[in-house]
């Protein structure tokens, strides 16, 4: 197949999906082969990178899908957002973010950073799938260990948590469990 016949077949697939896909899972919908998948996806970036489009391909985790470019995206978040449904609390984002960038971690580490109960905070970003229990910590009670999900990465536009934002050296410390 041509690359613009491929192009057409994985737009159409990223326009269909809600959830970010894959490259192999590309392929095995469209019945195309990875490199064909990959060609596309390569020259679908670049085409969408002109200022006459709309919209970008983004990659989320392991996964593509298209999304509003962001210098558009607040023009409409008005009509398109989830405007209160997605706000978070500071106490929210202060977990989330500690969760973010010490996981996997345990609920009372979360505490012991944060200084204050993190149960509701928890309960709270788990409901909106923003992070998920990656497994027991080799210790006493096998606690649960909490990371962040997909649902995180695309809320967030990352790629992966290395995109998270580099702290400096006194952020880092706050983030630090005593004894580490």
């Known amino acids: 197949m041509k690359l613009k016949v491929e192009m057409a077949i994985v737009e159409a697939i990223l326009f269909l999906e809600s959830e970010p896909l894959d490259v192999a899972s590309i392929a095995r919908i469209g019945g195309l082969s990875r490199d064909a998948v990959q060609s596309a996806l390569n020259a679908l970036r670049e085409r969408n990178s002109s200022e006459e489009f709309g919209i970008e391909l983004i990659e989320l ?3 593509y899908v298209y999304s509003p470019k962001k210098e558009l995206w607040e023009q409409l978040r008005g009509r398109y957002g989830k405007k209160n449904e997605n706000k978070l ?3 929210a984002l202060e977990t989330l973010s500690i969760i973010a960038y010490s996981q996997p971690i345990t609920r009372a580490e979360v505490e012991n950073i944060r200084g204050v109960s993190a149960d509701n905070m928890i309960r709270l970003l788990l409901s909106r799938d923003l992070i998920g229990e ?3 910590k080799e210790a006493p009670g096998r606690p649960v ?3 962040t999900t997909k649902t995180f990465l ?3 536009r990352l790629s992966s948590i290395a995109d998270l934002p580099k702290l400096d050296e006194s952020e880092r410390e706050r983030f630090e469990l005593d004894g580490e």
């Open 61 to 63: 985790g392991d996964g």
């Open 89 to 91: 609390s500071k106490a």
């Open 134 to 136: 990656v497994g027991r």
């Open 145 to 147: 260990q909490y990371g």
């Open 154 to 156: 695309k809320q967030f």
